[in-house]
């Protein structure tokens, strides 16, 4: 869903030369909505600022999660603010990509968000896990240990590259997750690495 022709065709195309069978447009959040309760997509690409106004997404995407928790929706944006993309991410969104990157990365969101796996470039996560360090994990009164396998995790790291990174063996990485999935309440691995990326801190 976006409202600028050349960015739609250019979406459209290399989802299309990716291999999906079909790409419904929409240019506006109500012709979306709509569109989206009409076709009920696989996936959802949505652009913050759909129709320039303010940020327009964040309100869709919250309709469209109160209809369904679990279709995969991608935010594509013009906006790298760290703020916005942690309020689309808190706001329902599986994945958040902005506008100034290539075909290929697009290609590897789009396929990540479909398994409904959390997306966001490296460089963004980190900027919006600052954000938050001071949040959610200072309330949960976590180690360093364990502030520096949530960073990493918050990067899209494995347990194999955290183990390497911090000098420690696979088996501490796997129960310094345990025991961070205990303390912020995140009820499977997946739960865990969304908080990592998102800090969703209470505000």
């Not at 303010?54 to 906006?79: K, Q, Y």
């Amino acid at each position: 869903m976006d409202d600028h022709p050349i960015v739609l065709e250019g979406c459209r195309r290399v989802l299309l030369d990716a291999g999906f069978d079909e790409v419904l447009e929409a240019a506006a959040p109500l012709e979306g909505f709509r569109l989206y309760r009409r076709a009920r997509p696989s996936l959802v690409i949505v652009d913050l600022a759909i129709r320039g106004s303010g940020l327009a997404g964040l309100s869709l995407i919250r309709r469209l999660r109160l209809n369904d928790e679990r279709t995969p929706i991608l935010v594509f944006s013009m906006h790298s603010d760290p703020v916005i993309a942690r309020r689309a991410l808190k706001a329902g969104a599986t994945g958040f990509l902005a506008k100034d990157t290539g075909p290929k990365t697009l290609l590897e969101a789009v396929e990540k968000v479909r398994r409904n796996q959390p997306y966001i470039a490296h460089d963004m996560a980190v900027q919006v896990a600052l954000l938050g360090s001071r949040g959610r994990a200072e309330q949960a009164d976590l180690t360093s240990r364990e502030l520096q396998t949530l960073s990493l995790l918050g990067e899209g790291r494995s347990y194999s590259q955290i183990a390497d990174a911090l000098g420690v063996s696979y088996k501490t990485v796997a129960n310094t997750c345990s025991n961070l999935k205990e303390k912020l309440n995140a009820g499977s691995l997946q739960d865990l690495v969304r908080l990592a990326v998102i800090h969703q801190v209470s505000q």
